[in-house]
């Protein structure tokens, strides 16, 4: 019995080894933050490698973080500053709420309040749409906006992830702020990855049967599965 325990394929090692690569990839994400600049590079590593984990196929995770990091760059250096620009004007309307609450009518601090979420849902999709599929940044952006309308369930769920952490460290004990510089990037990640892997999968499928549609109309050999680790979708205006 203790052998099994200890077995490299049993559950504990695996934990103990999806533990550390948590926290590997948020000291990364973390890193390659800090320029500022390649924040759009950074996050789009740590949603795309996130997906990997959650369908076991990361293999090394600074090898699969930093190929998605070089990737599509420099689209992704704006996609980055918009996100930036975005959770900035967020930050300024929390603030308003929170601190400056009583200076503002009811109904604009809950209209802000409702923009931040709206905003934020936007980005927990954008940020790994534009990790996993080749588009312009006006149809990340579209895309997103519409599956954080019709997938509102997971949306919600998306939302609590990120949330978990700072409400524990806030309103529970600041004995939990640790997990914040160790886990605090990663394990939301990961755990919205689990959340819209079926969704991500059900556009994969579709573009891939879009590809092979394409491929036998023009007399080529259909594809069986993605020529790149990341989906190239039709692009469009």
């Known amino acids: 019995m203790p052998d099994r325990i200890f077995d490299i394929e049993g559950p504990l090692v695996q934990f103990i080894f999806r533990v550390?690569?948590?926290f590997v990839l948020n000291i990364l994400t973390l890193v390659c933050c800090?320029?500022?600049?390649?924040?759009?590079?950074?996050l789009k590593a740590l949603a795309f490698t996130s997906l990997k984990m959650v369908r076991k196929e990361d293999g090394n995770v600074v090898t699969t973080y930093f190929k998605n990091f070089k990737l599509n760059f420099r689209q992704t250096v704006g996609f980055g500053l918009i996100c930036l620009a975005l959770l900035l004007i967020c930050a300024g309307d929390i603030f308003m709420v929170f601190f400056a609450g009583s200076e503002f009518p009811m109904a604009i601090r809950v209209l802000s309040m409702v923009a931040v979420v709206a905003v934020i849902s936007i980005l927990l999709y954008a940020i790994p749409m534009q990790g996993r599929f080749l588009n312009p940044i006006k149809v990340t952006f579209r895309n997103?906006?519409?599956?954080?309308?019709v997938k509102f369930p997971r949306t919600l769920l998306m939302l609590l992830s990120y949330a978990f952490i700072p409400a524990l460290w806030l309103f529970v004990s600041g004995n939990f702020f640790?997990?914040?510089?160790?886990?605090?990037?990663?394990l939301p990640a990961y755990i919205c990855a689990l959340i819209y892997d079926p969704f991500f999968r059900e556009t994969e499928n579709a573009i891939l049967e879009a590809q092979k549609e394409k491929a036998a109309s023009s007399g080529e050999e259909p594809l069986e599965e993605p020529i790149e680790d990341s989906i190239k979708d039709s692009k469009e205006s």
């Open 34 to 42: 800090i320029p500022v600049f390649t924040i759009g590079p950074a």
């Open 20 to 22: 550390k690569d948590l």
């Open 178 to 186: 640790p997990l914040i510089p160790l886990f605090g990037l990663s």
């Open 144 to 149: 997103a906006f519409w599956a954080a309308i």
